[in-house]
């Protein structure tokens, strides 16, 4: 199998990178994203982002912590800025389940996030290639590291002002365990271009909603609570600390995992004290 070669450049020194092979095959997206892939693009996020406002705002009890202060990221933030989102993991549709909360926007302005996701589970046949890459669904490869073509893709979008989500356990958490994050939103923080906006977030109900075990379909009348942390400040890290590059990925990524923690506590405290009597409910906080 042919290998293709890469140059990765790191502050200070070049260092020669190769694709795996699975980053060869059946490579999803094309060179240029020209109008037939955008209409298409356009109707498979809008279709997905219309379902999950039906399930998300007509039928469960939502509540948003700092709502607004996501919503300005993502479609107030300066021309050009990357925005980097994380969180944690817990149902196999968190992603597009909780976007539902926003404005078809996302999707007419060309707001909507790009995502890694596994290929394993979601490039599967042709048709699913279509509707996941239509969707922004970016293949990746457990066990092959930071530098894959997918997560290239994810960096090209960022340093044309896109916005990455990262879930950097790398895995649906079903059991709730303390998992060493990945350090693949280590490498797009520390390589945009421009610094990323960086917001995480933890929420809670997800895994109520849309269980993990069959049958697979939306329970409704249940609570989320989604808390949105404030943004986070690598600036001084970045700039200042000067590890190898391996050591600065981890660093980074240290810190969203000692943050989401944080955030974690706090986002199960709100879930657990919201007692409501309305059997549907959309709230901001």
């Known amino acids: 199998i042919s290998i293709v070669r890469r140059i990765k450049f790191t502050p200070g020194k070049n260092s020669e990178r190769r694709y795996m092979p699975s980053d060869l095959r059946d490579w999803p997206f094309p060179d240029n994203f020209g109008r037939r892939w955008r209409a298409g693009s356009l109707v498979v996020q809008g279709s997905v982002l219309l379902l999950a406002k039906a399930v998300m705002r007509l039928?469960?009890?939502?509540?948003?912590?700092?709502?607004?202060?996501m919503k300005s990221a993502i479609f107030n933030r300066p021309t050009g800025t990357p925005l980097i989102t994380v969180s944690n993991h817990v149902s196999f549709v968190d992603d597009p389940g909780v976007w539902g909360a926003f404005s078809f926007k996302m999707v007419t302005e060309g707001r909507m996030r790009w995502i890694p996701g596994a290929k394993?589970?979601?490039?599967?046949?042709?048709?699913?290639?279509?509707?996941?890459?239509?969707?922004?669904?970016v293949p990746v490869v457990r066990g092959e590291?930071?530098?894959?073509?997918?997560?290239?893709?994810?960096?090209d979008q960022l340093n044309k002002g896109g916005w990455v989500h990262i879930y950097p356990e790398g895995?649906?958490?079903?059991?709730?365990?303390?998992?060493?994050?990945?350090?693949?939103?280590?490498?797009?923080?520390?390589?945009?271009?421009?610094?990323?906006?960086?917001?995480?977030?933890?929420?809670?109900?997800?895994?109520?909603?849309?269980?993990?075990?069959?049958?697979?379909?939306?329970?409704?009348?249940?609570?989320?609570?989604?808390?949105?942390?404030?943004?986070i400040d690598f600036s001084a890290m970045v700039k200042q600390y000067a590890p190898t590059a391996v050591e600065l990925r981890k660093n980074l990524t240290d810190?969203?995992?000692?943050?989401?923690?944080?955030?974690?506590?706090?986002?199960?405290?709100?879930h657990d004290s919201w007692h409501t009597t309305f059997p549907v409910q959309f709230r901001t906080l």
């Open 255 to 270: 810190t969203i995992q000692h943050t989401l923690g944080e955030l974690k506590a706090s986002a199960h405290a709100l």
């Open 145 to 155: 590291g930071v530098y894959q073509r997918g997560m290239d893709l994810c960096l």
């Open 171 to 231: 895995k649906i958490n079903c059991r709730g365990e303390t998992l060493r994050y990945k350090w693949g939103v280590g490498r797009l923080i520390a390589e945009t271009k421009t610094l990323p906006i960086v917001i995480p977030f933890w929420h809670v109900g997800m895994e109520d909603i849309f269980p993990n075990t069959k049958p697979y379909y939306p329970r409704f009348l249940k609570k989320l609570t989604v808390f949105v942390g404030e943004p």
């Open 120 to 137: 394993e589970y979601t490039f599967i046949n042709k048709f699913a290639n279509f509707i996941f890459s239509r969707g922004q669904v």
């Open 59 to 69: 039928s469960q009890r939502v509540q948003f912590k700092n709502y607004d202060l």
